[in-house]
């Protein structure tokens, strides 16, 4: 293995990373910009009420969007095993 292939399987990784992590992400960040604008109009300062929701939010992506960041992180790792035989010669 050369340093460009070692450099081409990290940078794949990163991708798929940011793209697999990326519904989570957004879901927490839209949530807990409600919350903050919520708490901002009310005057209500509760700890429990910004983690709560992030929290829910965050399981619902994961539950409505788990299949396919588990299919998607197998694929990855399914092509990467199977290009090893290649990246020894």
């Known amino acids: ?3 460009q292939t070692a450099l081409t399987i990290g940078q ?3 991708v798929l990373l940011l793209t ?3 519904p989570v992400l957004l ?3 839209v949530v807990g910009l409600l919350v903050s604008i919520f708490q901002a109009i ?4 509760e700890a429990t009420l910004a983690f709560v929701p ?6 619902a992506v994961f539950a409505i969007a788990g299949p396919w960041m588990l299919n998607t992180l197998v694929d990855y790792i399914r092509r990467t095993i199977e290009s090893i035989p290649q990246m020894v010669l």
């Open 1 to 3: 293995m050369n340093a």
């Open 12 to 14: 794949e990784a990163l």
């Open 20 to 22: 697999v992590s990326l």
């Open 27 to 29: 879901a927490v960040l």
């Open 42 to 45: 009310t005057q209500i300062h």
């Open 54 to 59: 992030k929290l829910i939010a965050a399981v």
